[in-house]
């Protein structure tokens, strides 16, 4: 497969691109777009069979059943570093294999809808604890060890409202290439 036919695949909305300015009216959009990932989601994955669950959105990627489970396991970790930089110094998180996350067996197994209600609440909670951040909040900072650096809670806002986006577009592209 050509290369940008793959990287097309891969990323169907585009890679991220943090914005220069992150205001108030950007930072209010992105949370809005958290918390209402887990109903578009669900409109989405809801009447898929357990065929269509299981299949990949492109050659060598992940099934559907496995971005859902996925997107559940980073987000929940991304709830989890916030807390951590609302409440330490510049804590170094915790680094995750996503890639062997996804193929335990609950990820490629287990039904969607008890994930699909998991995203709910944490969306919820993602969403409330994002809206009440003040400017400061928003300067608080964690360590990633992956790539040895600094990331601002309000950079993390505006890149899970995107891998949100990211995996769901995966699916909608799926679907429409499928015909479903």
């Known amino acids: 497969m050509e290369n940008s036919a793959l990287e097309k695949l891969r990323y169907p909305i585009g890679k991220f691109i943090a914005p220069e300015l992150y205001s108030g009216n950007y930072l209010a959009e992105k949370i809005t777009e958290i918390a209402s990932f887990p109903k578009r989601l669900k409109k989405e994955v809801i009447y898929l069979t357990e065929k269509q669950l299981n299949t990949p959105y492109r050659e060598g990627g992940w099934t559907v059943r496995q971005v859902i489970h996925h997107c559940a396991d980073s987000h929940m970790n ?40 998991f995203l709910e609440g944490l969306h919820y909670r993602l969403a409330y604890l994002m809206k009440s951040l003040n400017e400061e909040d928003l300067e608080k900072t964690f360590i990633h060890p992956e790539y040895n650096n600094e990331f601002k809670i309000k950079e993390i806002i505006g890149l899970y409202a995107w891998h949100g986006n990211h995996h769901l577009a995966h699916i909608m592209e799926l679907k429409k290439q499928k015909n479903w």
């Open 78 to 117: 991304c709830f989890i570093r916030i807390k951590w930089a609302m409440t330490e110094e510049k804590p170094i998180i915790k680094f995750y294999h996503e890639d062997r996350w996804a193929e335990l067996h609950d990820n490629l197994t287990m039904p969607i809808q008890p994930t699909l209600s």
